[in-house]
């Protein structure tokens, strides 16, 4: 038996489209990259979207999501991408709780002009593949924590910057720049305003920031933790993103990653579209070798 079986598939689609969002929140479509030689905010942003993060990747990721009044939710997800081109694919699926197991999602991530990102859903109660229509971007992720994520993947000609100065973020030396969108599309799709970023000088790492949600009085934090080399690409194991609600912390979501590798050469049909809900392409079963249990 099912209860408030539409809400529930809302809340669940919310929470996959989040975990494609947080595949992507550190990712950008470039290659491996010494050093960098940026002089200015423009050549920090354009850093940020041509980050190296791999071919492709996978991991599991352990949510802990906490209410202003204390309430815990746990969640455990699947997830995985590989890049074609400009297009990035993502997939993840719930490993737990049990209510929303095997609940997945799928999208086609575009990096060039005139092209707009695809994003499915799988309902195993169902057996339904949904198309997500792109006017709904915005609402799977609005008053989420997680929105900061889109954020950081956006292409560097849709936002303007200011050079703030240089610091250091965990004994990693970093850039501070200001950024805001050019339109107010991108407010809508995102959620989010303008914001400041803290970005790791060697890999363009973004490693901290903060952001105005479209919402009234409401900022997005993120912070990063853990921050290590993983087959070539650096990123962290830990992350926090938090909602502040007229300077109160009303929502937190922590994120422990497990068994992350990447350039591994992952299967090209578990991308595929039409292995979304799929039992037999050995998605479901596959696990890294340095997962833990």
Not at 20 to 41: F, K, N, Q, V, Y
Not at 96 to 102: G, I, S, T, Y
Request: hydrophobic share 35%; proline share 3%.
């Amino acid at each position: 038996m099912e209860v408030d079986v539409k809400g529930k598939l809302f809340g669940v689609r919310r929470l996959v489209f989040a975990s494609l969002g947080i595949l992507t929140m550190l990712s950008g479509i470039g290659e491996p990259r010494a050093e960098s030689g940026a002089t200015d905010c423009r050549d920090v942003i354009v850093g940020i979207e041509k980050r190296f993060n791999g071919y492709d990747s996978w991991r599991i990721m352990n949510m802990e999501i906490t209410d202003s009044n204390g309430g815990k939710k746990m969640r455990r997800i699947m997830a995985a991408h590989q890049n074609i081109g400009t297009q990035r694919r993502l997939r993840s699926k719930v490993l737990e709780p049990a209510e929303l197991k095997d609940f997945e999602a799928m999208a086609y991530d575009y990096f060039g002009d005139n092209e707009t990102d695809k994003i499915w859903s799988w309902l195993p109660s169902q057996k339904k593949l949904v198309d997500v229509k792109s006017e709904d971007l915005s609402g799977r992720l609005y008053g989420s924590d997680l929105s900061i994520g889109e954020m950081l993947i956006r292409r560097a000609k849709d936002y303007e910057c200011k050079y703030l100065g240089e610091d250091i973020y965990q004994g990693l030396p970093v850039w501070k720049i200001y950024v805001n969108p050019l339109k107010e599309s991108e407010v809508i799709r995102l959620g989010l305003r303008d914001g400041e970023v803290w970005v790791e000088k060697a890999t363009f790492l973004p490693v901290w920031s903060t952001f105005n949600a479209d919402a009234p009085s409401e900022q997005r934090v993120f912070t990063t933790d853990k921050i290590r080399w993983v087959d070539g690409v650096y990123v962290p194991a830990y992350f926090k993103v938090f909602t502040r609600k007229e300077g109160r912390v009303i929502s937190t979501s922590v994120f422990e990653v497990e068994g992350e590798r990447f350039n591994i050469n992952l299967p090209g049909e578990w991308f595929d579209i039409k292995d979304l809900g799929g039992t037999t392409s050995g998605w479901t079963e596959w696990r890294s070798s340095t997962l833990a249990n």
